[in-house]
Each structure stands twice: as structure tokens, then as C-alpha cells.
């Protein structure tokens, strides 16, 4: 069974940058689509960005130019470069296998991102 563990949320003020980390168990991790997903407190889950096994990515329009998502195949890890945010990037910040455009596997724990204003 594939785990996910995700890292590097934290405080910071508006305009600031984080860098979170997903780690992934399982042999079949280069060959999937990868997205990272958020929910913010009384909101549904949302998916904000993903990532193909070529390296393709595409971004929900609330992060574009701002988000940047990365994978390292060799460490079965996958990244969010988040820069220039906002305090409504404030969120539990989730990743996941993306298949037809739907989470597959269970979620892990999540990393909290909170901006401040």
C-alpha cells in the first residue's frame, strides 16, 4: 500500500515563499500523474496543480505563475515551489496519485500553510 507523507508547510507572511515536499512508498511512482490539493478550513478539497511522467505540468488559475511543481523520480518525491503568497493560500496542502482526474489513494496527513496578512 502506497504512503504519502507530506512536508515543509508552515508560517509565513504574504509575499513569502515555502517549498513543500511529498514523499511517496511504491514502485510504480515515475510512471503516474502527481498533483498536490489543498483545502482551506470550511472549503472542499481542491486541486491546485499536477505533474505527468513526462514532466508536464498544469495549475489551477488561483496559482499560476506563482506555484511550481516538480518531481524527483529517484527519490519518489514530489515538490511545490510556492512563491509571492497569499493569505487565501492559506490551506492544508495534500498530495495524491492523479488518475481521470481524481485522487487515488488514501490521503496522507497533509502540511499546514498558513499566510499571514
Known amino acids: 500500500q502506497v504512503q504519502l507523507v507530506e512536508s515543509g508547510g508552515g508560517l509565513v507572511q504574504s509575499g513569502g515563499s515555502l517549498r513543500l515536499s511529498c514523499a511517496a512508498s511504491?514502485?510504480?511512482?515515475?510512471?503516474?500523474?502527481w498533483g498536490w490539493y489543498r483545502q482551506a478550513p470550511g472549503k472542499q478539497r481542491e486541486l491546485v496543480a499536477t505533474i505527468t511522467s513526462g514532466s508536464s505540468t498544469n495549475y489551477a488559475d488561483s496559482v499560476k505563475g506563482r506555484f511550481t511543481i516538480s518531481r524527483d523520480n529517484a527519490k519518489n518525491t514530489v515538490y511545490l515551489q510556492m512563491d509571492s503568497l497569499k493569505p487565501e493560500d492559506t490551506a492544508v496542502y495534500y498530495c495524491?496519485?492523479?488518475?481521470?482526474?481524481?485522487?487515488?489513494?488514501?490521503w496522507g496527513q497533509g502540511t499546514q500553510v498558513t499566510v499571514s496578512s
Open positions: 511504491g514502485s510504480y511512482f515515475r510512471i503516474n500523474i
Open positions: 495524491n496519485q492523479v488518475v481521470a482526474n481524481r485522487p487515488y489513494l488514501a
